[in-house]
C-alpha cells in the first residue's frame, strides 16, 4: 500500500511554495534589508529539520531501537530536502563573502574592511577560523557528510526491501554510529559558523549543543506531523497510538533538554555579567526583541510541560498535530530571536515577507519530502525488528 | 505479550526456570561466605578506618596539614567530592533513565549501581562536611534561623543550590532503591530458616504479600520515582558544575559546563559500575545474569559518553582559542603545557582517547579489557576534576600569587580511606542484599532468556510476514 500524493495535498503545497516565491520577490522589493536573514532562517530551520530526522535514524539504529521501525520511512524521505537546504545555505554563505551590497547583508565579519579592522577579530582565532575559504569549505565538509549519511542509509534501507538478509542492516549499524560521531562535531561547528558568527565577537561553549538541541526537537515534530497525516489518509495501519505516545515522548524530553541547555546557557551567562557575554543577551531582552525571546521559551518549554506531560495527551492524533505545529513554531521565533538581532537590528518585523517566506520553504519541503515518500513502500518489510515494531506496545 | 527479535541476544542464560532465578541470587545472602570476601572486607574496613582516622586528625588539627594555600583554596577535596558525586550518578541514570527508555538489561545491573550510587553519595557527602574545619558547626551548612548560629546561608550561591540538590538527590534515590527492594526481601524473608534473620527481613519488606494491587502501585511508584530521579539526576551535576561556572574564574566560567559534567559524571558512573559488576558476577557466581552481552551495552555507553565529554572539551579549547579573551586563551594553554601538563594529558589519554578501543567489538566484548578500560576511565575522570580544578586556580589573575598545589599525606590518606568506606559498605551489600532485581529480573524471563528466546524464535518468523535472512 503505497503513498499517492496528489490531489488537494499536492496544490496545497504548491500553492504554499508558490506564496514562498511572492514573499521573496515582495521582499526584496519592499523591505530588502530583512530578504537574506529571512532566507538564512528558512533554509537553516529545515535543513535542521531534515538533518534531525536522519539523526533520529542513525539513533535508533546505533541503540539498536525497534519501535521506529514502524515509521521510519518518514524521516528516510527528509534526506530529499538536505541537498536544497544545504545548497542555499552554501549560496548565501559565497553571496555574502562576494558581494559588496549594504542591503543584502548578513554576517557582519564577512564585510573585507571588517576582516582588515576589527580589533577582535584580528586578536584571535577568528582570523583563522571565520577565514572565507576555510568557511566555504566547511560548508561543503557539511554538505558531504549530512547528505552523503543520510543518503546511503536510506538507499540501504530501500535495498533491503528487495535483497532482504541483514547485510544492510549491519551496514547502516555502522554507518550511523559513524555519522553521530561526524554529527556529534559538526552540528557544533555548523551550529557556530551559520548562527553564531552572525554575532561576530560573541562566543559560547554552549551553542553547539543548544542548536542540535532545536534541531532534533524540529526533526522530531516533523516526523510526527507527516506520519499523523499518513494516518489520516488511511495508511500505516500498523502505526498506532503507542508509537505516536513514543515520539511525543521524545518531543517532550527534548523540549526539556533545549530549555535545560538555553537556560544553562542564559543563566551562567547572566550570573557572571561579562561585557564580552551579556552582550547577546541584553539586545535579546530589550524591549526590541524581548516579546520574540519570550514567546519562544514560552512555546518551547511551558507549552510541552504542561500540554504533554500526561500520557492521554500524547496518544491523541488532533491534540499531538496541534501541539508539533506550536513546538515548531516556537523553534522558528527561537532561531528567529539568535540570526535578526545580530543582522537587521532593530528593523525587524514579522509580516508578509517572514510569513510568506516560513510558507513557501514549508510548502517546498512538503513537496519534496512527500513526492519521495510516494515512492516507496511506507513499510521497510524486511528490516529485522519490523515485527516488534508492529507488535509495540506501552 | 511482548516479543523479541532473535536477533537480539538473551539477556539471561542457562535456560533459567523462575525459582532458578530466585535460588541464584539469594544463594550468597543464604550461605556463608569465602575466605575471599573476609581477607577482602578486612582490608576495606582497615583502610576505611585508616581514612576515618585521618580525618579526625584533620578535626583536631586543623585544614594546615592539607597541601592548600592561599591561591589554591580548593584541591584534592573539591577533587574527591565531585569525582565520587560524579561515580553516583550511574545508578540513577540506570535505573530511572534506562527504565524510561525500556531497556531490559537494566534488570541485572540496576541493583547494585544504585547501591553503588548511595555508597558514593554518602563518600562524597565527607568532603565538603570536613572541609569546613569546624565540624561542630556544619549544620551553618543550612538556612536555619539566626539563634542556630551566626551566619545565614546565601542563597545567591551555588553551592548552597548543591547542598540542596545533593540532599534531594540522595533522599530520593534511596527512596527509589529501597522501594525497588522490598518485593525482594520478601522473598529472602519466605526463605528464611534462621528465626532472628527472618524476623529483620520481615521488618524491612514492610509485609510484602505479592498480591495484584500491591504490584500495581508498586508499578506506579516506580514509574513517578523514575520520572522524579530523571531531572535530579541532571541537576545534580549541573549544580556541581554551577559551583565552578558561575565564577569569573578562567576555565571555570564557560556555558558548556552543565551538560558537559553530567555527560562527564555518567562516563564515570558506568565505568565505576564495570569496575565492580566484573568482580561481583564472578565472585557471587552471577555471570548467567551480568552476561558479556551486558557489558558490552556498558561498553558502549562508556564510549559514547567518553566521546561527548571529548567534544566538549575539544569545544573548550576551540572557543577559548576563537574568543579573544586573553585569560581563557592562557587557562588552556597552561593546561595543556604548563606545570600540570601531565594531568591534563592524563586526562585526555584516559577519557577520550582510551574509550576509543570500544569500537572493536573484540575489546568490548573483552572481559579483561574491560575491566582495565574501566579503571584507566575512573583515573581519567579524578584527573579530569583535578585539572579543572587545580590548574584554574593556582594561576591567579595577579601573577605574584601563582604557586604550585601540592598534596600532603593526610590529602591523599582521605582520599584512599574514603575508598575503604565505599568498597566496605559495598561488600556488606553483596552479602546482605539481593544484588540483583530478582521480581524484575523474572519479568523478562519469558523474552529475553535463552531457553524462552530458542523456543519461541519460530513463531516470531511466521508472526510477521517477512521471508528474510541469516
Redesign the interface.
Given at each position: 500500500m503505497n503513498y499517492t500524493f496528489g490531489g488537494k495535498t499536492k496544490i496545497l503545497t504548491i500553492v504554499l511554495a508558490v506564496i514562498g516565491l511572492a514573499a521573496i520577490i515582495y521582499g526584496a522589493v519592499a523591505t530588502p534589508e530583512r530578504l537574506l536573514p529571512n532566507l538564512l532562517l528558512n533554509a537553516f530551520i529545515f535543513t535542521a529539520i531534515s538533518i534531525g530526522g536522519t539523526v533520529f535514524i542513525a539513533v535508533h539504529y546505533a541503540g539498536?531501537g525497534?519501535w521506529y521501525s514502524a515509521v521510519k520511512r518518514v524521516p528516510e524521505a527528509f534526506a530529499s530536502f538536505l541537498p536544497i537546504g544545504m545548497f542555499l545555505l552554501l549560496g548565501l554563505v559565497v553571496f555574502d563573502m562576494f558581494s559588496t551590497s549594504e542591503t543584502f547583508k548578513i554576517w557582519e565579519w564577512m564585510d573585507p574592511e571588517f576582516q582588515k579592522t576589527d580589533r577582535?577579530?584580528l586578536?584571535?582565532?577568528?582570523k583563522t577560523?571565520l577565514n572565507n575559504g576555510f568557511f566555504i569549505g566547511r560548508v561543503i565538509g557539511y554538505i558531504a557528510i549530512w547528505w552523503g549519511f543520510s543518503y546511503m542509509l536510506r538507499k540501504w534501507s530501500r535495498q533491503e526491501d528487495i535483497i532482504?538478509?541483514?547485510g544492510n542492516h549491519r551496514k547502516s549499524m555502522i554507518a550511523s554510529s559513524i555519522f553521530l560521531?561526524l554529527f556529534?562535531?559538526t552540528s557544533?561547528t555548523a551550529a557556530?559558523d551559520f548562527l553564531m558568527s552572525i554575532d561576530a565577537?560573541w562566543?559560547?561553549?554552549?551553542?553547539?549543543?543548544y542548536t542540535f538541541a532545536g534541531m532534533f526537537v524540529s526533526g522530531l515534530c516533523m516526523v510526527t506531523l507527516i506520519t499523523l497525516h499518513l494516518k489520516r489518509q488511511g495508511l500505516m495501519p500498523w502505526v498506532n497510538e503507542n508509537h505516536i505516545h513514543d515520539l511525543t515522548k521524545l518531543i517532550f524530553a527534548f523540549s526539556?533538554f533545549w530549555t535545560?541547555?538555553w537556560f544553562?546557557?542564559y543563566?551562567?551567562?547572566w550570573?557572571?555579567n561579562?561585557p564580552?557575554e551579556i552582550n547577546y543577551f541584553l539586545e535579546r531582552f530589550s524591549t526590541n526583541y524581548r516579546f520574540v525571546t519570550l514567546t519562544a521559551l514560552v512555546l518551547n518549554f511551558v507549552f510541552p510541560l504542561i500540554f504533554l506531560m500526561g500520557r492521554k495527551s500524547k496518544r491523541r492524533y488532533g491534540y499531538v498535530t496541534f501541539a508539533a505545529c506550536i513546538i515548531l513554531f516556537g523553534h522558528y521565533l527561537d532561531w528567529f530571536q539568535v540570526i535578526m538581532p545580530g543582522t537587521i537590528k532593530d528593523k525587524w518585523s514579522i509580516g508578509f515577507t517572514e510569513l510568506g517566506m516560513f510558507a513557501g520553504f514549508l510548502g517546498l519541503f512538503l513537496f519534496v519530502v512527500l513526492n519521495s515518500l510516494s515512492k516507496h513502500a511506507l513499510v521497510p518489510?524486511?528490516h529485522?525488528?519490523?515485527?516488534?515494531a508492529?507488535?509495540h506496545?506501552? | 505479550m511482548n516479543i523479541e527479535s532473535p536477533i537480539r541476544e538473551p539477556l539471561i542464560l542457562g535456560n533459567k526456570s523462575y525459582h532458578q532465578i530466585t535460588e541464584d541470587i539469594v544463594k550468597p545472602i543464604e550461605g556463608r561466605a569465602n575466605k575471599m570476601w573476609y581477607l577482602v572486607f578486612t582490608i576495606s574496613a582497615m583502610t576505611a578506618l585508616w581514612g576515618l582516622g585521618l580525618i579526625f586528625y584533620t578535626f583536631g588539627t586543623g585544614i594546615g596539614v592539607w597541601g592548600l594555600n592561599k591561591t589554591v583554596g580548593w584541591a584534592w577535596d573539591i577533587t574527591n567530592f565531585v569525582w565520587w558525586i560524579g561515580i553516583g550518578h550511574a545508578g540513577t541514570l540506570i535505573s530511572a533513565v534506562l527504565l524510561l527508555f525500556r531497556q531490559k538489561w537494566r534488570m541485572a545491573i540496576n541493583r547494585s549501581a544504585e547501591a553503588m550510587t548511595i555508597f558514593a553519595v554518602i563518600c562524597a557527602a565527607t568532603f565538603p562536611g570536613i572541609h569546613v574545619g569546624r565540624v561542630w558547626v556544619v549544620y551553618w551548612f543550612f538556612p536555619l534561623p539566626n539563634e542556630f548560629g551566626s551566619l545565614w546561608v546565601n542563597f545567591n550561591s551555588p553551592l548552597l543550590w548543591d547542598l540542596f540538590a545533593i540532599s534531594t538527590y540522595f533522599s530520593v534515590s534511596l527512596g527509589f532503591w529501597y522501594i525497588g527492594l522490598i518485593p525482594d526481601f520478601a522473598t529472602v524473608r519466605d526463605r528464611q530458616i534462621i528465626p532472628f534473620m527472618r524476623k529483620i527481613y520481615r521488618t524491612v519488606s514492610f509485609g510484602w504479600s505479592g498480591n495484584v494491587k500491591q504490584w500495581q502501585r508498586f508499578e506506579e511508584v516506580s514509574l513517578v520515582l523514575a520520572g522524579l530521579s530523571t531531572p535530579l539526576v541532571l541537576s545534580v551535576h549541573t549544580i556541581v558544575s554551577m559551583d565552578f561556572a558561575t565564577s569569573v574564574v578562567p576555565g571555570w566560567h564557560t556555558t558548556i559546563f552543565p551538560p558537559y559534567f553530567v555527560a562527564g559524571a555518567i562516563f564515570s558512573g558506568f565505568a565505576m559500575v564495570s569496575t565492580l559488576l566484573l568482580v561481583m558476577r564472578k565472585v557471587l557466581n552471577l555471570e548467567e545474569y551480568i552476561t558479556i552481552n551486558h557489558m558490552e551495552s556498558m561498553n558502549k555507553i562508556i564510549m559514547l559518553t567518553g566521546s561527548i565529554v571529548g567534544v566538549a572539551y575539544i569545544t573548550e579549547l576551540v572557543i577559548a582559542w576563537y574568543s579573544g579573551v586573553q585569560y581563557e586563551h592562557y587557562a588552556f594553554l597552561n593546561r595543556a603545557t604548563g606545570p600540570y601538563w601531565w594531568a591534563y594529558w592524563s586526562m585526555m589519554s584516559c577519557n577520550v582517547i582510551s574509550p576509543q578501543l570500544f569500537w572493536i567489538k573484540k575489546i568490548r566484548r573483552s572481559l579483561m579489557w574491560s575491566f582495565f578500560l574501566s579503571i584507566i576511565v575512573n583515573i581519567g575522570m579524578w584527573f579530569e576534576r583535578f585539572v579543572i580544578i587545580v590548574t584554574s586556580l593556582h594561576r591567579d589573575y595577579l601573577p605574584s600569587s601563582w604557586t604550585m598545589f601540592y598534596p600532603t599525606w593526610v590529602d591523599v590518606g582521605i582520599f584512599i580511606g574514603t575508598l575503604g568506606i565505599f568498597f566496605t559498605l559495598f561488600l556488606l551489600f553483596s552479602r546482605s542484599f539481593p544484588v540483583i532485581a530478582i521480581a524484575e529480573t523474572k519479568s523478562i524471563l519469558k523474552q529475553s532468556g535463552d531457553g524462552w528466546k530458542k523456543k519461541t524464535e519460530s513463531d516470531y518468523e511466521k508472526m510477521g510476514n517477512t521471508e528474510h535472512h541469516h
Open positions: 539498536q525497534g577582535v577579530y586578536n584571535s582565532g577568528k577560523w532482504g538478509g541483514l560521531v556529534g562535531v557544533s557556530w565577537h562566543f559560547s561553549t554552549m551553542f553547539g549543543w526539556i535545560y541547555v544553562g546557557q543563566m551562567l551567562i550570573y557572571v561579562l564580552e518489510k524486511n529485522p525488528f519490523l515485527n516488534e508492529k507488535q506496545h506501552i | -
